[in-house]
């Protein structure tokens, strides 16, 4: 009885590990709705109770009973057939047989130690039958509620599918949006930096208009200036009052010319022109021309002689001053005349002729000639010669 109590608790805590191993087995995985994380309901008292089960299994293993108590018996008479085994001696056939019957009481005595054992480990293998047969009841209304928290856990996956799927899209957005107040910003920035510049611009700008007034009002003045000054050149141009003026005095200025001009070379004479007639024949533009004539007719002062154009000059210098001595209300009293170019000898001799007539027509006080030429001397009444030394210039009467 004790060995057939072991072996059903032998095979129900196998079982028992057997059952507890597919439990685990079934157990299926749940992923978290809000981290994503797969977890199993139960899964921890499962193992725990698996764990508590394989010791057991183990133990019961172990621990195989022994042979009912009654059996001892058996063991005593195996001790008595010994002490009768030695009274005896050693008959072959007798000893034969009581080794025989020796061995098979020393199974029996093997086999009742071993079912002792077991009758001793019956008592926790039903203790243990028990416990395990309520952690499998246990177990089992833990798997089947695991199973109701899979489904319910499914049904409410299924429920969060929505909101898992409208959170993906608000996140999107906001990411959307979050870029798009990045860029706001920047744009908001340079568009600061751009009011920034325009209003430095419309300050410049203000500055701008300020002097362009100033500018403005400078121009006016300067317009005004320029008008007045246009009628001035318009004025005192060669068509405006000096030309008024020459004209009047053009003639007597001639007079007074040809007047000396006929004393230092007969037969010339000189005249001022202020117009001259235009190329093309349209009309006459103002101008100023020397035209001087003799015998040979009217030809321009370039073509004369040199003394002659000496002469010519001396007769316009003497009358331009007879003119502006007339004017002022005075007279000339001296001629100064220093270093005359240009003339050869018979040039010289002229001008030197022409001095005397104005020297000595009684006009002049006094006419000075300043010459390096020596044969000027010939025509002067008194020579003087200025000489240079250590300590400067000197001026002697020579003759």
């Known amino acids: 009885e004790q060995v057939a109590a ?7 805590a196998r079982t028992r590990v057997d059952e ?12 978290c709705p809000k981290c994503g994380t797969e977890v199993s309901p139960g899964r921890d008292d499962l193992a725990a109770r698996l764990g508590a089960a394989s010791n057991e299994y183990r133990r019961l293993e172990g621990a195989r009973p022994k042979e009912p108590l009654g059996l001892a018996t058996e063991a005593a ?3 008595r057939l010994e002490d009768r085994r030695r009274e005896l001696g050693h008959a072959p056939a007798t000893l034969a047989a009581f080794t025989l019957e020796l ?22 293998a039903e203790s243990a039958i028990a416990a395990a047969d309520v952690e499998i009841a246990t177990i089992s209304a833990g798997g089947a509620a695991a199973r109701a928290a899979v489904v319910e856990a499914q049904a409410s996956l299924a429920e969060l599918e929505p909101v898992l799927e409208k959170r ?17 910003r920047v744009r908001l920035r340079s568009a600061q930096g751009a009011e920034a510049s325009a209003k430095a611009a419309l300050e410049q700008l203000d500055r701008l208009a300020l002097e362009r007034d100033q500018v403005a009002a400078g121009i006016a003045s300067v317009d005004a200036d320029a008008a007045l000054l246009r009628r001035l050149v318009a004025a005192f141009g060669v068509t405006g009052i000096p030309a008024r003026i020459i004209e009047s005095v053009l003639p007597e200025l001639e007079a007074h010319a040809n007047e000396l001009l006929a004393d230092l070379r007969p037969g010339m004479t000189v005249a001022i022109r202020a117009q001259r007639a235009k190329k093309d024949g349209s009309g006459v533009v103002e101008a100023l021309d020397l035209v001087v004539r003799d015998a040979a007719g009217e030809r321009p002062l370039a073509l004369f ?27 000339i009293e001296s001629l100064a005349v220093d270093e005359p170019d240009g003339l050869d000898g018979d040039a010289r001799k002229a001008f030197g002729q022409a ?19 020596a044969d000027l001397a010939d025509y002067a009444d008194e020579v003087y010669e200025v000489t240079k030394d250590a300590q400067g210039s000197h001026v002697g009467l020579v003759s």
């Open 6 to 12: 072991w072996t059903a608790g032998y095979e129900s």
């Open 20 to 31: 507890l191993t597919a439990a685990m087995a079934a157990l299926v995985p749940i992923p």
């Open 77 to 79: 008479q195996i001790v």
């Open 103 to 124: 061995r098979r009481l020393e199974a029996l005595a093997a086999r009742a130690d071993a079912v002792a054992d077991a009758e001793a480990s019956l008592a926790e």
């Open 168 to 184: 993906s899209r608000v996140a999107a957005d906001v990411a959307k949006a979050t870029g798009e107040l990045a860029q706001a």
């Open 305 to 331: 002689s040199g003394g002659e154009r000496m002469s010519v000059s001396l007769a316009l210098a003497v009358g331009l001053s007879r003119l502006v001595a007339r004017r002022a209300g005075s007279r």
């Open 355 to 373: 001095l005397r007539v104005l020297a000595h027509k009684g006009e002049l006080a006094r006419v000075v000639l300043v010459s390096h030429h």
